[in-house]
């Protein structure tokens, strides 16, 4: 079993940067595959970027390419989701998942545990 819990949300101006923390539990962290999710009012969870569990590979949504970094601390059992050039369209309810695979996947049905969420809004 693994818990995950998210921080780091908050307002922020467009333009700005914030950086979201997800703190896991468990000694099995390093063997995760971890993902970073959001979900707007009205629309599905979508994948906004993950991590292999050696950080050897990555993904990104188009949309956030380029602007926001994904990395992982194994030591410290914590994923980031650093976010830059913020856009009101990033505004979003932002969810941590956890997969135990060595691969990644962009489809949330595949995430084995999940965080509770952080707000996160961007305002023009």
């Known amino acids: 079993q693994v818990q995950l819990v998210e921080s780091g949300g908050g307002l922020v101006q467009a333009g700005g940067s914030l950086r979201l923390s997800c703190a896991a539990s468990?000694?099995?962290?390093?063997?995760?595959?971890m993902g970073w999710f959001r979900q707007a009012p009205g629309k599905e969870r979508d994948i906004v970027a993950a991590l292999t569990p050696s950080a050897g590979t990555t993904y990104y949504a188009d949309s956030v390419k380029g602007r926001f970094t994904i990395s992982r601390d194994n030591a410290k059992n914590t994923v980031y989701l650093q976010m830059n050039s913020l856009k009101p369209e990033d505004t979003a309810v932002y969810y941590c998942?956890?997969?135990?695979?060595?691969?990644?996947?962009?489809?949330?049905?595949?995430?084995?545990?999940w965080g509770q969420g952080t707000q996160v809004t961007v305002s023009s």
């Open positions: 998942a956890a997969r135990n695979r060595l691969y990644l996947t962009i489809y949330s049905l595949r995430y084995d545990y």
């Open positions: 468990g000694r099995t962290f390093s063997s995760y595959t």
